[in-house]
């Protein structure tokens, strides 16, 4: 399997994950706060956010350029995610279930048209830090952020 094909499975997996739980959940439990200042729909809301951020970051990975989603950059990404979640929460919960389903089967169509060759390429784009950003480690910083929300909602409901 391809490091492009890794990566497809990887968020398709991660993202099915949080599906899962969120289709179970109690209508009662959609709206409740658990992270932070975040109900299940805001969560859900921020990576439908995400998944278009993600196609804009990797349009710019491969023409050399910063992310310009790093414009908006502070701890934890506060004020984005806030944007996102404003921009993307929709109050009917099949709504929000399906724009997170359509999201995603965008950005991994998105995916499927870049070379897979571009995936781990040097594109010679640096963090702050001198940390190599490249298309692969963009894409997996995301199915590492849905594992790591993943578990918060299994703790939240296990709680």
């Known amino acids: 399997m391809s490091r492009k094909e890794e990566i497809i499975a990887g968020l398709i997996?991660?993202?099915?994950?949080?599906?899962?739980?969120?289709?179970?959940?109690?209508?009662?439990?959609?709206?409740?706060?658990?992270?932070?200042?975040?109900?299940l729909k805001d969560?859900?809301?921020?990576?439908?956010?995400?998944?278009?951020?993600?196609?804009?970051?990797?349009?710019?990975?491969?023409?050399?350029?910063?992310?310009?989603?790093?414009?908006?950059?502070?701890?934890?990404w506060v004020a984005y995610n806030a944007r996102l979640v404003a921009e993307h929460k929709r109050e009917d919960f099949a709504e929000l279930l399906g724009a997170m389903r359509q999201s995603q089967q965008t950005l991994i169509d998105f995916i499927r048209t870049v070379p897979s060759d571009d995936i781990e390429k040097d594109f010679g784009i640096r963090s702050p830090k001198g940390k190599n950003i490249t298309v692969e480690w963009f894409l997996q910083f995301e199915i590492d952020d849905e594992g790591r929300h993943y578990r918060q909602i299994q703790d939240w409901l296990q709680g």
């Open 13 to 39: 997996a991660a993202r099915g994950k949080i599906l899962e739980v969120a289709e179970a959940l109690p209508a009662n439990k959609r709206d409740e706060v658990f992270l932070g200042v975040w109900s």
């Open 43 to 76: 969560l859900l809301a921020h990576l439908v956010g995400w998944d278009y951020t993600n196609i804009e970051a990797v349009k710019d990975i491969r023409l050399g350029r910063t992310p310009s989603v790093f414009q908006h950059w502070d701890p934890d």
